[in-house]
């Protein structure tokens, strides 16, 4: 088996396909990229239009949730923080059992259209469980290096959608932003990439757009 197969194999059955389930999106990648950054500014361009629900992790507290509702995202009773305790891919790869009690509760009290669950800040190798999320975004920054898309691993092979985030720093940090792109869609086969600051578009509408797409597939 291929080393990428073995870290993304889980003991999960896959999420059921119906057409009438509200679409599960998963956001994760390392601390810092801009996951939390993705989450707020999806559910301010979404929040009309869709009926939106968020679980954050964290390990320790419930910093994610927190600055989501003092920023006024969504009504607090939309936001609901799992503190895994524990290293954050095995929350939402291993044992997501806090994760699906959070998004089945929230499910069950507001029938949203999307579910976004932010995953606690991890490495490169960490995915969600495909019984948690039916899609996942992975979120890097270029601050990283442009050397990030060509080292691989899940994250950015496999994820349905692949942000690399923070391009307003690529000159700060002397990030080729062309490297990153040509490596990540030699690595990626196809899977969609997009390049953004969320910084300077505060409306996310690449992202907002591919999952205003999947929603609609789900939900016509
Ligand atoms: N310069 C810059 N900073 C950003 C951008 N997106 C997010 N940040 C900042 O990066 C920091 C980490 O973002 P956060 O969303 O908390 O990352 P997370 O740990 O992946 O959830 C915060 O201080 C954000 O304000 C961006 O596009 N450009
Ligand atoms: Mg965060």
């Known amino acids: 088996m291929h080393r990428d197969d ?9 999420l059921a ?25 999806l559910c301010r361009t979404l929040r009309d239009e869709l009926s939106l629900v968020v679980v954050t992790n964290d390990i320790y507290t419930e910093e994610d949730a927190e600055f989501l509702r003092r920023h006024g995202v969504l009504p607090d009773d939309r936001i609901r923080a799992v503190r895994t305790g524990c290293c954050p891919h095995t929350a939402i790869r291993d044992d997501i059992t806090a994760n699906l009690d959070a998004v089945e509760a929230l499910e069950a009290r507001h029938d949203p259209d999307l579910v976004l669950v932010e995953s606690g800040g991890d490495n490169l190798t960490a995915t969600f469980s495909y019984g948690l999320v039916h899609a996942q975004i992975f979120v890097l920054d270029v601050a990283g290096g442009d050397k990030v898309p060509r080292k691989g691993g899940p994250g950015v092979t496999r994820s349905d959608l692949l942000v690399i985030n923070k391009i307003d720093l690529a000159p700060l940090v002397g990030a ?13 086969e196809g899977r969609s ?8 578009q505060p409306d996310a509408a690449p992202i907002m757009e591919w999952i205003t797409a999947q929603v609609r597939a789900r939900r016509p």
Not at 6 to 14: D, E, N, R
Not at 17 to 41: D, Q
Not at 193 to 200: F, Y
């Open 6 to 14: 073995l870290l993304t194999a889980h003991a999960h059955a896959p």
């Open 17 to 41: 396909a119906g057409p009438a389930a509200p679409l599960r999106i998963g956001i994760g990648g390392p601390v810092g990229g801009g996951k939390t950054a993705l989450v707020a500014a």
């Open 176 to 188: 080729d932003l062309e490297v990153m792109r040509v490596d990540a869609e030699k690595v990626r």
């Open 193 to 200: 990439t997009v390049l953004v600051s969320l910084r300077e």
